[in-house]
């Protein structure tokens, strides 16, 4: 697996990421956390993940020479309380489902560490959909990440977790 830098040209990929797993949630039932309509036919989900490829955040996971995984950091969303020091954000996290279980979601996030941490950034936050089950926090926790705050957007409920890198040195 590689991970190199996104931009406008991976936007219909990872839109059909996204899709994929909208439809695999949808048909599990639960639609709480990005409804049941493919991201590539909302307009405002599109024009969200083209700013993404072009912001300079975009992280792509490829396995053999596929797209297989997206990963996005950049500051915090504007929804979330911001952070009292430095930090990077993870803005968005999505898989390909034909990879689901090969580690892909791991390896972004580890990739963030790492990108955090060359940046003298000792602080990594990401939020995300905190309904359902709950499964999707304890993806994150299982990855190294604590929570910390919870919030609401509307009815959406949300988790922020944080993880925290070792100090820089310099």
Do not use: K
């Not at 695999?24 to 024009?47: D, H, I, K, M, Y």
């Not at 912001?55 to 979330?80: K, N, W």
């Not at 950034?121 to 959909?129: G, N, P």
């Amino acid at each position: 697996m590689i991970i190199r830098h996104g931009y406008l040209g991976d936007v219909p990929a990872v839109l059909a990421m996204f899709d994929g797993a909208v439809a695999w949630l949808s048909s599990l039932g639960r639609t709480g956390q990005w409804g049941s309509e493919p991201f590539s036919l909302n307009a405002a989900r599109v024009e969200n993940i083209t700013s993404w490829a072009m912001s300079g955040g975009m992280r792509i996971a490829e396995l053999d020479g596929r797209p297989a995984g997206c990963l996005v950091v950049g500051a915090a969303m504007p929804y979330v309380p911001p952070a009292s020091e430095p930090e990077l954000y993870v803005q968005g996290l999505v898989v390909d489902r034909r990879h689901h279980g090969r580690g892909v979601g791991a390896v972004l996030l580890e990739h963030a560490r790492a990108e955090a941490a060359s940046l003298g950034v000792a602080l990594l936050r990401v939020d995300c959909y905190a309904g359902d089950d709950g499964r999707l926090v304890a993806y994150y926790e299982s990855r190294g990440f604590t929570r910390t705050e919870s919030f609401r957007v509307g009815d959406w409920p949300g988790q922020i977790l944080e993880a925290r890198l070792p100090a820089a040195t310099g």
